[in-house]
């Protein structure tokens, strides 16, 4: 087990580099991005900090790891250079990259309320120089879906309403939608609705994973103590399947096995959770006595997953 300590708030965001050598961490309050070494433990680096003053609202590193994505600043991660800012890049789960690595691609940093009643336009950048800086338009999906996923093979996109359980499946050779569901009232119970906040495709290509959190909308912030469940759609039909709780708390963030039979959850009560993904079930918890947890990632190779508290990061061998 791997204990990194030294951040400076909660570690929001985690992401193991495409070899597995590396972990990246960054957090909402924090400065900059924290390069760890996984086989000593040690700090490589931090990107900048000066150059990202404002919060951190988001963090993508690029599938082949040569890219990386921190608010509105595109790296090049080998050169460790700023390579621009993208105008209009949206942050969070508006935001992707492309299986391919070669563009980032979601919906634009704009007020899209004005345009409910209309399709919205998913648009796409060009990862590789960030040339020109503007983005032009990839498809149009459905109004009010907007949280986003890739499928790894980078043939369909996934759009899901975060303020209910509209889910779209699009052809992105044809930008036709070729699957439409919603399994779900958006109002669950009175006065209660389910919020849609991240989505996940398996590595596999055979399912789809939402979380979702009831909650209250006259809520001025949330408490943490809100009903987080994940669904699992069957992508072939998009389908609901199973429904992940067991959480005691708000549910931060999940992740996918890289042989798609389990998914990782992550959450306020402090407990890391993993579910068996074709039962549903849960078959192991971890409590490592961080307190509340942000996030949650599992290295590309399968054998170690990592968890952000406040503050310290943990890594630990999954079949310990």
Same mark, same amino acid.
């Given at each position: ?136 338009? +990839? ?8 949280? @986003? %996923? /890739?499928? &790894? $093979?980078?043939?369909? !996109?996934? =759009? *899901? #309403? ?81 429904? +992940? ?8 963030? @999940? %992740? /996918?096995? &890289? $042989?798609?039979?389990? !998914?990782? =959850? *992550? #959450? ?53």
């Amino acid at each position: 087990m791997l204990l990194l300590e030294g951040l400076q708030g909660p570690a929001d965001f985690l992401q193991f580099s495409p070899d597995g050598a590396t972990l990246l961490s960054a957090g909402t309050y924090g400065t900059g991005v924290r390069l760890w070494d996984l086989t000593s433990g040690k700090l490589r680096g931090i990107l900048q900090p000066k150059q990202h003053r404002d919060p951190v609202r988001s963090l993508l590193l690029s599938p082949d790891g040569t890219r990386l994505v921190v608010g509105n600043v595109l790296w090049d991660l080998q050169a460790r250079e700023i390579l621009c800012r993208l105008e209009e890049l949206p942050t969070g789960p508006r935001l992707l990259f492309s299986p391919d690595s070669q563009t980032l691609a979601g919906l634009p940093e704009t007020n899209l309320e004005t345009l409910r009643g209309h399709s919205w336009p998913v648009m796409k950048w060009d990862a590789r120089t960030g040339q020109p800086p503007t983005p032009s338009e +990839l498809i149009r999906i459905k109004s009010g879906r907007d949280v @986003l %996923a /890739f499928s &790894p $093979d980078g043939h369909t !996109l996934a =759009t *899901a #309403s975060s303020r209910g359980a509209d889910i779209g499946l699009y052809d992105l050779a044809t930008g036709t939608e070729i699957i439409a569901v919603s399994s779900e009232s958006c109002t669950s119970k009175k006065g209660r609705y389910l919020l849609g906040n991240k989505a996940a495709f398996s590595p596999d290509l055979k399912s789809l994973a939402i979380l979702r959190t009831e909650a209250t909308l006259r809520m001025p912030i949330w408490s943490g103590n809100e009903t987080s469940r994940v669904f699992l759609y069957d992508v072939a039909t998009a389908q609901q399947r199973v429904t +992940l709780s067991g959480h005691r708390m708000n549910i931060t963030s @999940l %992740a /996918f096995s &890289p $042989d798609s039979r389990t !998914l990782a =959850t *992550a #959450s306020l009560d402090g407990l890391v959770k993993f579910w068996d993904v074709t039962t549903g079930k849960e078959f192991a918890g971890f409590d490592w006595r961080l307190g509340r947890l942000y996030s949650v990632a599992i290295a590309p190779d399968g054998m170690r997953a990592a968890v952000g508290g406040k503050n310290q990061v943990i890594i630990w061998d999954v079949d310990s």
